[in-house]
Protein backbone atom coordinates (compact mmCIF):
# COMPACT_ATOMS: atom_id res chain seq x y z
CA UNK A 1 0.00 0.00 0.00
CA UNK A 2 1.08 3.46 -0.40
CA UNK A 3 1.35 6.17 2.03
CA UNK A 4 3.29 9.33 2.67
CA UNK A 5 3.91 10.90 5.90
CA UNK A 6 4.42 14.40 6.93
CA UNK A 7 5.94 15.02 10.14
CA UNK A 8 5.62 18.72 10.80
CA UNK A 9 2.51 19.98 11.33
CA UNK A 10 3.35 23.57 11.25
CA UNK A 11 6.49 25.13 9.92
CA UNK A 12 7.14 28.67 10.96
CA UNK A 13 9.79 30.96 8.91
CA UNK A 14 10.62 34.32 8.61
CA UNK A 15 9.98 36.48 5.47
CA UNK A 16 13.15 36.29 2.74
CA UNK A 17 14.49 33.12 4.68
CA UNK A 18 14.76 29.90 2.44
CA UNK A 19 11.93 27.24 3.46
CA UNK A 20 11.36 23.67 3.79
CA UNK A 21 8.31 21.36 4.27
CA UNK A 22 9.12 17.54 4.74
CA UNK A 23 7.24 14.82 2.88
CA UNK A 24 8.60 11.12 2.97
CA UNK A 25 6.69 8.16 1.28
CA UNK A 26 6.09 4.65 0.90
CA UNK A 27 5.69 2.49 -2.17
CA UNK A 28 6.27 -1.06 -3.75
CA UNK A 29 7.74 0.28 -6.86
CA UNK A 30 8.79 3.73 -8.49
CA UNK A 31 6.87 6.69 -6.91
CA UNK A 32 4.99 9.55 -8.60
CA UNK A 33 4.83 12.59 -6.27
CA UNK A 34 2.85 15.61 -5.73
CA UNK A 35 2.92 18.57 -3.94
CA UNK A 36 -0.29 20.66 -3.73
CA UNK A 37 -0.89 24.03 -1.77
CA UNK A 38 -4.47 24.75 -0.28
CA UNK A 39 -4.92 28.46 0.54
CA UNK A 40 -7.60 29.15 3.51
CA UNK A 41 -11.20 28.63 1.72
CA UNK A 42 -9.72 27.40 -1.65
CA UNK A 43 -9.62 24.05 -2.96
CA UNK A 44 -5.89 22.52 -3.80
CA UNK A 45 -3.41 24.09 -6.17
CA UNK A 46 -1.20 22.03 -8.22
CA UNK A 47 1.99 22.93 -7.49
CA UNK A 48 4.70 20.74 -9.04
CA UNK A 49 5.17 16.77 -9.09
CA UNK A 50 8.25 14.30 -9.88
CA UNK A 51 7.73 11.46 -12.36
CA UNK A 52 11.07 10.55 -13.68
CA UNK A 53 14.30 12.16 -14.79
CA UNK A 54 15.81 15.39 -12.97
CA UNK A 55 15.68 14.67 -9.34
CA UNK A 56 15.32 18.75 -8.70
CA UNK A 57 11.99 20.05 -9.68
CA UNK A 58 10.53 23.38 -10.36
CA UNK A 59 7.20 24.16 -9.83
CA UNK A 60 4.73 26.91 -9.22
CA UNK A 61 5.58 30.58 -7.34
CA UNK A 62 8.81 29.90 -7.12
CA UNK A 63 8.90 26.22 -5.43
CA UNK A 64 11.01 23.46 -6.02
CA UNK A 65 11.47 19.87 -4.55
CA UNK A 66 14.02 17.66 -4.54
CA UNK A 67 13.32 13.90 -5.12
CA UNK A 68 15.79 11.58 -3.11
CA UNK A 69 15.20 7.60 -3.60
CA UNK A 70 17.26 6.47 -1.01
CA UNK A 71 15.66 8.56 1.35
CA UNK A 72 12.05 7.99 0.20
CA UNK A 73 12.11 11.48 0.29
CA UNK A 74 10.59 14.78 -1.65
CA UNK A 75 10.87 18.23 0.38
CA UNK A 76 8.91 21.07 -0.61
CA UNK A 77 11.54 23.62 -1.00
CA UNK A 78 11.92 27.63 -1.52
CA UNK A 79 14.98 30.27 -1.35
CA UNK A 80 13.29 33.31 -0.09
CA UNK A 81 9.63 32.86 1.64
CA UNK A 82 6.82 35.50 1.21
CA UNK A 83 4.26 36.43 3.52
CA UNK A 84 1.85 35.47 0.81
CA UNK A 85 2.98 31.72 1.19
CA UNK A 86 1.49 31.16 3.98
CA UNK A 87 -0.66 28.28 3.54
CA UNK A 88 -1.38 24.51 4.44
CA UNK A 89 0.77 22.59 2.06
CA UNK A 90 0.22 18.36 0.93
CA UNK A 91 1.89 15.90 -0.29
CA UNK A 92 0.85 13.25 -2.21
CA UNK A 93 2.11 9.69 -4.04
CA UNK A 94 1.13 7.57 -6.27
CA UNK A 95 1.84 3.92 -7.05
CA UNK A 96 1.63 2.83 -10.62
CA UNK A 97 1.73 -0.79 -9.51
CA UNK A 98 -1.17 -0.15 -6.84
CA UNK A 99 -3.87 -1.89 -8.54
CA UNK A 100 -3.48 0.13 -12.00
CA UNK A 101 -5.59 2.91 -10.69
CA UNK A 102 -4.58 6.72 -10.41
CA UNK A 103 -5.68 7.50 -7.20
CA UNK A 104 -3.63 9.73 -5.02
CA UNK A 105 -2.74 9.35 -1.33
CA UNK A 106 -1.97 12.73 0.53
CA UNK A 107 -0.07 13.35 3.67
CA UNK A 108 -2.37 15.28 6.46
CA UNK A 109 -0.57 18.38 5.50
CA UNK A 110 1.76 20.97 7.10
CA UNK A 111 0.86 24.39 7.81
CA UNK A 112 3.76 27.07 6.84
CA UNK A 113 3.63 30.11 8.26
CA UNK A 114 5.58 33.13 6.90
CA UNK A 115 6.42 35.98 9.43
CA UNK A 116 7.06 39.50 8.43
CA UNK B 1 -9.20 28.88 -11.56
CA UNK B 2 -8.89 25.37 -11.67
CA UNK B 3 -11.57 25.32 -14.09
CA UNK B 4 -13.29 22.81 -11.93
CA UNK B 5 -16.75 24.21 -10.69
CA UNK B 6 -18.91 22.37 -7.62
CA UNK B 7 -22.09 23.57 -6.47
CA UNK B 8 -23.08 24.23 -4.01
CA UNK B 9 -20.53 26.23 -1.76
CA UNK B 10 -22.35 25.78 1.17
CA UNK B 11 -24.93 23.30 2.49
CA UNK B 12 -26.77 23.45 5.81
CA UNK B 13 -29.22 20.09 6.57
CA UNK B 14 -30.21 18.60 9.35
CA UNK B 15 -29.22 14.21 10.35
CA UNK B 16 -31.06 11.79 8.32
CA UNK B 17 -31.41 14.04 5.40
CA UNK B 18 -29.98 13.20 2.00
CA UNK B 19 -28.43 16.00 -0.15
CA UNK B 20 -26.52 15.73 -4.03
CA UNK B 21 -23.33 17.44 -4.51
CA UNK B 22 -22.65 18.63 -8.18
CA UNK B 23 -19.21 18.68 -9.81
CA UNK B 24 -18.11 19.84 -13.47
CA UNK B 25 -14.87 19.03 -14.67
CA UNK B 26 -12.41 20.51 -16.58
CA UNK B 27 -13.09 21.00 -20.40
CA UNK B 28 -11.66 17.78 -21.82
CA UNK B 29 -11.43 15.87 -18.44
CA UNK B 30 -12.78 12.60 -18.76
CA UNK B 31 -11.95 11.35 -14.53
CA UNK B 32 -13.70 13.07 -11.48
CA UNK B 33 -12.24 12.63 -8.58
CA UNK B 34 -14.52 12.86 -4.97
CA UNK B 35 -12.76 13.63 -1.37
CA UNK B 36 -13.77 14.12 2.22
CA UNK B 37 -11.41 16.96 4.09
CA UNK B 38 -12.06 17.18 7.74
CA UNK B 39 -9.90 18.19 10.63
CA UNK B 40 -9.81 14.73 12.68
CA UNK B 41 -9.65 12.82 9.21
CA UNK B 42 -7.68 14.96 7.07
CA UNK B 43 -8.30 14.51 3.25
CA UNK B 44 -9.65 11.19 1.80
CA UNK B 45 -9.69 9.47 -1.61
CA UNK B 46 -13.74 9.01 -1.58
CA UNK B 47 -14.30 7.61 -5.19
CA UNK B 48 -13.33 8.18 -9.04
CA UNK B 49 -14.89 7.84 -12.02
CA UNK B 50 -13.64 7.62 -15.96
CA UNK B 51 -15.85 8.47 -18.47
CA UNK B 52 -19.22 7.26 -16.87
CA UNK B 53 -17.84 4.54 -14.88
CA UNK B 54 -16.44 3.77 -11.20
CA UNK B 55 -12.86 2.99 -11.65
CA UNK B 56 -11.77 3.32 -7.98
CA UNK B 57 -13.10 3.23 -4.57
CA UNK B 58 -11.83 4.53 -1.57
CA UNK B 59 -12.74 5.13 2.11
CA UNK B 60 -16.51 5.69 1.27
CA UNK B 61 -19.08 4.90 3.30
CA UNK B 62 -21.90 2.65 1.71
CA UNK B 63 -24.65 5.94 2.77
CA UNK B 64 -22.71 7.79 -0.02
CA UNK B 65 -22.69 7.02 -3.21
CA UNK B 66 -21.53 9.04 -7.23
CA UNK B 67 -22.32 8.51 -10.36
CA UNK B 68 -20.99 10.58 -13.48
CA UNK B 69 -23.20 11.39 -16.60
CA UNK B 70 -22.87 11.76 -20.20
CA UNK B 71 -21.67 14.92 -20.29
CA UNK B 72 -19.31 14.15 -17.61
CA UNK B 73 -20.47 16.09 -14.86
CA UNK B 74 -20.81 14.09 -11.73
CA UNK B 75 -22.91 13.82 -8.50
CA UNK B 76 -22.36 13.05 -5.24
CA UNK B 77 -25.05 11.86 -3.27
CA UNK B 78 -25.00 11.91 0.63
CA UNK B 79 -27.97 9.91 2.42
CA UNK B 80 -28.75 9.56 6.01
CA UNK B 81 -26.65 11.81 6.87
CA UNK B 82 -24.60 12.42 10.62
CA UNK B 83 -23.00 15.05 12.21
CA UNK B 84 -19.74 13.44 11.72
CA UNK B 85 -20.55 13.83 7.69
CA UNK B 86 -20.00 17.49 7.79
CA UNK B 87 -16.40 18.31 6.28
CA UNK B 88 -15.34 19.95 3.15
CA UNK B 89 -16.08 17.89 -0.54
CA UNK B 90 -14.13 18.26 -3.27
CA UNK B 91 -14.27 17.01 -6.76
CA UNK B 92 -11.42 17.04 -8.98
CA UNK B 93 -10.31 16.19 -12.33
CA UNK B 94 -7.72 14.62 -14.74
CA UNK B 95 -6.99 14.22 -18.17
CA UNK B 96 -6.83 10.41 -18.15
CA UNK B 97 -8.02 8.41 -15.32
CA UNK B 98 -6.52 4.61 -16.26
CA UNK B 99 -3.14 2.90 -16.51
CA UNK B 100 -2.20 5.99 -18.85
CA UNK B 101 -2.35 8.65 -16.59
CA UNK B 102 -0.40 7.96 -13.82
CA UNK B 103 1.54 11.51 -14.56
CA UNK B 104 -1.30 13.47 -14.84
CA UNK B 105 -2.18 15.87 -11.90
CA UNK B 106 -5.58 16.50 -10.83
CA UNK B 107 -7.26 19.89 -10.44
CA UNK B 108 -9.82 20.69 -7.86
CA UNK B 109 -12.76 22.70 -7.68
CA UNK B 110 -13.40 24.76 -4.49
CA UNK B 111 -15.18 22.63 -3.02
CA UNK B 112 -18.46 22.15 -0.96
CA UNK B 113 -18.61 22.96 2.73
CA UNK B 114 -21.29 20.24 4.37
CA UNK B 115 -22.58 21.27 7.98
CA UNK B 116 -24.75 18.91 9.41
CA UNK B 117 -27.16 19.76 12.43
Known amino acids: AQSVAQPEDQVNVAEGNPLTVKCTYSVSGNPYLFWYVQYPNRGLQFLLKYITGDNLVKGSYGFEAEFNKSQTSFHLKKPSALVSDSALYFCAVRDPLNSGYSTLTFGKGTMLLVSP | ?117
Open chain 2, 1 to 117: DSGVTQTPKHLITATGQRVTLRCSPRSGDLSVYWYQQSLDQGLQFLIQYYNGEERAKGNILERFSAQQFPDLHSELNLSSLELGDSALYFCASSVGGFLDSYSYEQYFGPGTRLTVT
